[in-house]
């Protein structure tokens, strides 16, 4: 029973100011959603009480659209106006898609739109088609307006296929909290974020697809290690496997119907060999026997085999050995097969996670995440697992940039690089902090400006500079720069998604891929330029200091060389500058030398061998 | 037909007016929100609407509109402590079930 507090008139606060949020596993063959009641999480069923949405999408010639169920059962009749498996299209270009069972053709900037009977579709409207029909569920479920979701994604989705899921939410109507990773989602739903740190392995084994991914726990954040799998290997080939076995015990399979019977007996089989432990397998005309759990083990042992081979890269790519795993999480329906689980236990040497339905666990560990993520339940539960939208990076001499912080690095993050100075008795350093993919400062935001002062009067490039780019969990960033030698240091602290929207970051990223070969041609040259001036300075200098130790003529070809070098430093040929930098080191290199003979005089005079022991 | 508050609620009510600095009394009603259907309203009053009733009950005067009395009939106006937290509770002999966490109810 709830206690009240005294309102000012009219501002009673309505009940249940919670808001509704759900998680969504946006599937390559089912798609569920799952939402936080009363502290605990449930998937959401449809009005016929099914829980899995096939991904599946029908267009009709009126325009209309069918989704799931009825879709799946149109698949035969209607092949090429029932699009399935989506998923495996997101982000992706024309070009990398190989064989399709769609007619696809490519847009203007090279993305896949499907051609239907009621027009070209692209992926992402199809995707946004599953994800309606989900949301329409769960606002009927919830009786309101959703706050906002949680999608997960698979971990090794790159950038333009999350920004497809995105925007597959946007087109049909959803906020996006977060898109979550799967394997992570997993995690969080048996609340292994809670846990020390440590290694989790995530073994998710659908319909038609089998990943594996190594995470590690640290501070509450997950990050993912590896990830590996088998795009083409799932469930549905343990139903091959069975109905191959029956064909070699006489069943004959003389048409397309009657191999759908047989694969739908196996997959009928196996989902009961999972508590029973010998099956009557009845088809009737067709085929009549019994299978044991033994006989179904030694079936479909070879595709668990290769199951076993990603996860043993997987391993072997992050350098880290089985018994090093906390724990195992099991995701998948096809992970339900009792065999399944017993090879994944041995191959771990530790029992896998598996009390939570591995179908649903997924979507309830992003329901969980959305539920924390709306604001309903304590900051001090917040999992954070966002990364950087953009890079994070510093000026150097010229205008250039250096990305100190990649983008996607996940947040929190810390990174550092040493700097130096780049005049000889240099004793500050400005540091100006910008923002963006691209090469020169000018195309980057500007983020934040310090100075670093105090550093010790040194030749240019003997200072040593720490930079530490630090972005906190809540995605602040911090910058320190720290002279190594006296311990002087600056710091600042920036939001760098401050202002942005995602437009902008898309704009931001776009510009990068578009102007990224006239960058780097710019880059070349500044860099050029930035080596000239280093070589000017240095040389101008030692003539300004040891002009006595100039032999006859030299002094001459050095300035002959100085001017040729200035001249080039004029044009905008990066070639020509490198060439009078190498033509000035060369005209300089004998006095070069003979000046660090000198030095070297000067500092042992009056000294006893002894103290250069 | 009578809405009461206990002296630890009336203490309270008085206080809090007195730190508001201004008002007629205490307005208690429903308004139908909620999944349970029904949601209460607790409010400062500035003054007697046309059709209010009007009970005074350890000198705090509680107002009621008529439409909601039909439902709060027989409450008691009660102030607590649960763990960390305080509030007004109401006793309504007439509520049936509330939803999971309290905030609405149905008679």
């Known amino acids: 029973m709830a206690l ?20 969504i596993d946006l599937g390559t063959t089912n798609s569920l959603i799952a939402t936080v009641r009363d502290g605990s999480a449930e998937v959401l069923p449809d009005t ?9 999408v029908r267009y009709r010639d009126d325009g209309s659209t069918v989704v799931g169920h009825e879709a799946l059962a149109s698949e035969v009749e209607d092949p090429l106006n029932t ?25 203007a900037e090279g993305t896949v739109r499907i051609e239907t009977v009621a027009g070209d579709k692209t992926p992402v409207e199809v995707s946004a088609e599953i994800l309606r029909n989900l949301g329409a569920r769960a606002q009927a479920a919830l009786g309101g307006e959703l706050a906002g979701v949680v999608i997960t994604v698979p971990a090794y989705f790159d950038e333009p296929q999350r920004q497809a899921t995105k925007d597959a939410a946007r087109i049909a109507g959803l906020t996006v909290l977060r898109l979550l990773n799967e394997p992570t989602a997993a995690a969080v739903a048996y609340g292994l974020d809670r846990n020390p740190e440590g290694l989790y392995c995530v073994y998710d084994l659908g319909g038609g697809t089998f990943d594996v991914s190594l995470l590690r726990l640290s501070q509450g954040v997950f990050e993912v290690l590896a990830t590996g799998g088998d795009a083409l290997l799932g469930g549905d080939d343990m139903d091959t496997a069975l109905v ?7 069943a004959r399979v003389d048409s397309p119907t009657t191999a759908r019977r047989l694969l739908r007996a196996a997959r009928q089989t196996r989902e009961r060999l999972t508590e029973e432990s010998t099956v009557a397998v009845e088809v ?113 001499m010229g205008g250039l940039v250096e990305k100190i912080i990649p983008r996607n690095a996940t947040i929190p993050s810390v990174r550092a690089q040493e700097f130096t100075t780049y005049k000889d008795g240099q004793t500050a350093l400005a540091i100006h902090v910008v923002q963006g993919e691209r090469e020169l400062v000018t195309d980057c935001r500007s983020l934040a400006r310090f100075t670093l002062r105090g550093i010790p009067p040194m030749a240019a490039g003997a200072a040593r500079i720490r930079v530490t780019f630090q972005v906190d969990a809540d995605g602040l960033l911090s910058v320190t720069a720290r002279e190594l030698t006296r311990g002087v240091e600056s710091e600042i602290a920036v939001k760098p998604s401050f202002g942005l929207s995602d437009a902008d970051i898309e704009r931001m990223l776009k510009d990068s891929i578009d102007h990224a070969a006239s960058d ?8 050029q330029q930035v080596e000239a001036d280093r070589m000017l300075e240095a040389v101008r200098s030692a003539l300004a200091q040891d002009a006595a130790l100039l032999v006859a003529g030299e002094g001459e070809r050095i300035a002959q060389r100085i001017q040729e070098l200035e001249t080039a430093r004029q044009g905008r040929d990066g070639d020509a500058i490198r060439a009078a930098v190498v033509a000035l080191d060369q005209a300089s290199r004998a ?6 003979d000198a030095g070297l005089r000067r500092a042992m005079t009056g000294r006893s061998v002894t103290e250069f022991r | 037909m009578a809405v009461t508050l206990t002296e630890g609620a009336a203490h309270h ?95």
């Open chain 1, 591 to 596: 006095f070069a030398a003979r000046r660090m």
């Open chain 1, 244 to 250: 191959a076995h029956w064909e070699r015990q006489g």
């Open chain 1, 284 to 396: 009737p005309g067709v085929f009549s026997g019994s299978l044991t759990r033994a006989e179904l083990a030694r079936i479909i042992d070879p595709l668990i085999d290769r199951t076993l081979v990603p996860c043993a890269r997987v391993l072997k790519d992050a350098g880290v050995r089985a018994e090093e795993i906390r724990d195992v999480v099991l995701v998948g329906g096809a992970t339900r097969t009792p065999r399944v689980r017993e090879r994944v236990e041995q191959f771990f040497g530790k029992t896998p996670l598996h009390d939570i339905d591995p179908d649903a666990v997924v979507a309830i560990g992003a329901a969980r995440q959305a539920d924390l993520l709306a604001g309903n339940a304590d900051a001090a539960d917040m999992l954070l697992l966002d990364v950087i939208p953009l890079s994070l990076g510093i000026e150097i």
């Open chain 1, 4 to 23: 009240w507090q005294i309102s000012e008139p009219g501002q009673s606060p309505s009940p249940h100011a919670r808001r509704l949020a759900a998680g």
């Open chain 1, 520 to 527: 780097l041609a710019a880059r070349a040259l500044r860099e």
């Open chain 2, 13 to 107: 009510v008085r206080k809090s007016l007195e730190t508001r600095g201004h008002g007629a009394g205490l307005r208690l009603g429903v308004r139908t929100s909620g999944c349970s259907g029904m949601a209460y309203v607790l409010e400062y009053a500035d003054q007697v609407e046309p059709g209010d009733q009007v009970f005074a009950r350890h000198g705090i005067k509680v107002l009621v509109d008529a439409k909601s009395l039909v439902y709060l009939d027989g409450t008691e106006l009660d102030y607590t402590r649960e763990g960390l937290n305080e509030g007004f509770r109401f006793n309504n002999p007439k509520q049936k079930e509330t939803c999971g966490c309290g905030e609405s109810f149905s008679v």
């Open chain 1, 83 to 107: 699009i399935a498996s989506v998923k495996r299209l997101m982000g992706r270009g024309r070009a990398e898609i190989g064989e399709s069972p769609y007619r696809l053709a490519a847009n």
């Open chain 1, 48 to 56: 016929a009480g099914r829980r899995l949405l096939p991904s599946v």
